[in-house]
């Protein structure tokens, strides 16, 4: 425990805490439009195509560049996403007592059309995030749903999503400091530093 952490009152403590967890929460939910396009491919394997039925669809004039790729890695991780988006968006929603957005069965085979969705979860996630309590059941979808967005989003070649605004530097002033979440060996962790001057807030 720092110094500052040491004068904070129960509350504020808390309030921080609050606001930590719900950086990490909107960091995440931001990265679905992403995670879900699938580097430009869908997954298409969930829908049980054959891959006689995408040879004659081939075969049939259309550009091999607008094809789904088969049962890919990427396409496979965005399965996974999607499922586990939907298994958070129902336990939220029973929670809240709010309806949620009740996405297609599978994730759709046009990746517009996925992305479209992810961002209708994303508002509706980031519409409700001040609502949410400590319910165990939640608590394991989120971090079953967050995991598995990390994992896609190693694979991109996009650049993460952040929807905070580059902070001050207490060093050098810039508004140059941004966050990013990766795994530690302990889980999730906040990775915080200046983009012109390297610092790290919170460092001696």
């Not at 088969?70 to 298994?87: I, K, Q, T």
């Not at 297609?104 to 961002?119: E, G, I, N, S, Y």
């Not at 070649?157 to 060996?185: H, I, N, Q």
């Amino acid at each position: 425990m720092n110094d500052i952490e040491g004068l904070l009152t129960d509350e504020e403590a808390a309030e921080r805490g609050f606001q930590e967890w719900k950086a990490q929460y909107l960091w995440h939910v931001d990265q679905l439009p992403n995670v879900l396009q699938a580097v430009g491919t869908v997954a298409m394997a969930p829908q049980m195509l054959r891959a006689a039925q995408l040879r004659e669809r081939v075969s049939g004039g259309g550009f091999i560049d607008n094809m789904p790729v088969v049962d890919g890695p990427e396409s496979r991780y965005a399965a996974a996403v999607w499922n586990a988006l939907r298994a958070y968006l129902t336990v939220a929603s029973s929670r809240l007592g709010v309806e949620a957005p009740e996405l297609p069965k599978w994730l759709p085979d046009d990746v517009d059309l996925a992305r479209r969705w992810a961002f209708v979860a994303n508002e509706w996630m980031a519409a409700w995030v001040d609502h949410l309590l400590d319910w165990q059941d939640l608590a394991a979808a989120e971090n079953e749903l967050f995991r598995l967005i990390r994992r896609a989003r190693t694979r991109l070649d996009a650049g993460t999503v952040r929807r905070a605004k580059p902070e001050e530097c207490e060093l050098c002033g810039e508004d140059a400091v941004t966050v990013d979440w990766v795994d530690g060996p302990d889980g999730a962790e906040l990775v915080k530093a200046c983009q012109r001057c390297h610092h790290r807030p919170g460092d001696a």
